[in-house]
């Protein structure tokens, strides 16, 4: 079915017609007019209810539609084949340099489809459409529709024989392997496998999913344990593994996870913690944070921290995520291990005495970056050190008297000696030629 939203472009409002699925096929542009900003392809199970949800920014004027497409396909990964059915849900394309998040729902996968492309279309420059982020899911909750069975193949006709075949002797049928009891949650009250040491039987590590490329628990690398997550990309489109997990709205969590980036062909990796109001990770995220972006190659594991992050007061689910931004569509694969996403307490509040203070390098003034977090030490007697002039150090105590410099009305000629930029080495000099003329003409008196 075709999702439609009318935008009223003077009100900045949407217009939904006769509820969240009006049917207007006249209002979607012409395929041939529409172009993708960017693009998912995924296998699908027949007859299975998905959504999309997706969050873009419309950097520039000049477009006049943009939307969430899904188009479901015959054919499987990665030959897409003819297209059979798409569903759309609009955005505003008069909004520009806010983000929009949307959600496409109940969107029916087709009982002949078997693969699904999806992602952002717009008329007719895509490229002032910035995607940040992509999910296409399963709808929770939803029900399926009873697809009939594929048509059995016929059964060849039997090849003449000239005498018949002794039958062979049956043999005992193996077991059929038993299903799990208890099916693989979409979301978690914790982070769990965080090691990746807890494997599926397709190789993918238990507990994690992936938008885009190929994931796989591996064992060529690690941080911690036996094996770590590996992630490849072979198309420029930004991936990432994202596990769903419980939080309390206000609360403080912070995300940590070691990451290997050893491929110049990897533009950036990164941890992202992604909010939601809904208690499952479903429906458009409320808000993100992110932790500083590796960009440099590095033939050791590095670590990756967001700080503490403070929950959005009404959200009750987030999204851990570990991003790979790759700079074409060159094939690179990157790692992950020793992923940790726990409640924490509150940052420092700022200003207050005795915590940590950000301490920047010496070219702080030329925008240079912070070189840790330290405690500053604020002792009055150091910081006033130089506040006046400082008394001679190593010299005998004559010298250190006034009349030993002075012009001759008596009056101490040093503080002025000092204003005209002589040093206290050359003060001492002329303190001691002082001290021993004063001392020859006090033995020349004796004499005489």
């Known amino acids: 079915m075709l999702r439609t939203t009318f935008l009223l472009a003077g009100l900045g409002a949407a217009l939904i017609i006769g509820g969240l699925t009006a049917v207007r096929s006249e209002a979607i542009p012409n395929t041939s007019q529409t172009f993708w900003a960017e693009q998912h392809v995924q296998g699908i199970t027949p007859g299975q209810v998905y959504r999309l949800d997706g969050c873009f920014t419309v950097t520039a004027p000049g477009l006049t539609y943009v939307s969430l497409r899904v188009v479901w396909h015959e054919a499987t990964v990665p030959f897409v084949g003819s297209s059979i059915n798409q569903d759309e849900w609009p955005g505003n394309p008069w909004l520009i340099g806010s983000e929009q998040c949307l959600s496409l729902t109940n969107a029916d996968a087709p009982c002949a489809a078997r693969s699904a492309v999806y992602g952002v279309v717009a008329v007719k420059d895509p490229s002032v459409v910035d995607v940040l982020s992509l999910e296409f899911s399963l709808e929770p909750g939803a029900t399926p529709t009873a697809c009939?069975?594929?048509?059995?193949?016929?059964?060849?006709?039997?090849?003449?024989?000239?005498?018949?075949?002794?039958?062979?002797?049956?043999r005992p049928s193996a077991p059929a392997p038993a299903a799990s009891a208890i099916a693989e949650p979409t979301l978690f009250p914790t982070l769990v496998n965080g090691g990746f040491e807890d494997v599926r039987e397709d190789g993918t590590p238990y507990g994690w999913r992936k938008i885009g490329g190929e994931m796989s628990a591996s064992g060529a690398v690690s941080s911690e344990g036996d094996l770590s997550a590996s992630l490849l990309s072979r198309t420029e489109s930004t991936k990432w593994l994202y596990q769903a997990v419980s939080v309390e709205g206000g609360s403080y969590y912070q995300l940590r996870a070691m990451a290997l980036k050893n491929d110049p062909a990897a533009r950036e990796v990164l941890l992202r913690v992604s909010w939601y109001a809904s208690a499952d990770g479903s429906g458009s995220q409320l808000s993100t944070v992110d932790s500083s972006a590796l960009a440099e190659d590095s033939p050791e594991f590095v670590a990756l921290d967001t700080g503490p992050v403070r929950a959005p007061p009404e959200a009750r689910s987030a999204k851990v995520r570990l991003l790979l931004r790759p700079k074409s569509a060159t094939p690179v694969v990157v790692y992950f291990d020793d992923v940790r996403f726990e409640a924490t307490a509150a940052p420092p509040a700022e200003g207050d005495s005795g915590s940590g203070q950000q301490i920047r390098s010496a070219t702080e003034d030329g925008g240079g970056a912070a070189t840790g977090n330290v405690q500053r030490v604020a002792n009055a007697e150091v910081l006033n050190a130089s506040a006046g002039p400082a008394d001679l150090v190593n010299v005998r105590e004559e010298l250190k008297q006034p009349a030993t410099l002075a012009d001759?009305?008596?009056?101490?000629?040093?503080?002025?000696?000092?204003?005209?930029?002589?040093?206290?080495?050359?003060?001492t000099i002329m303190a001691g030629s002082a001290w021993r003329r004063a001392r020859l003409a006090e033995r020349n008196e004796r004499h005489l």
């Open 148 to 170: 009939p069975p594929p048509p059995a193949p016929p059964t060849p006709a039997p090849e003449p024989t000239l005498a018949p075949k002794p039958s062979p002797t049956p």
């Open 408 to 427: 001759s009305g008596g009056r101490p000629l040093w503080p002025l000696l000092l204003a005209f930029g002589v040093s206290a080495a050359g003060l």
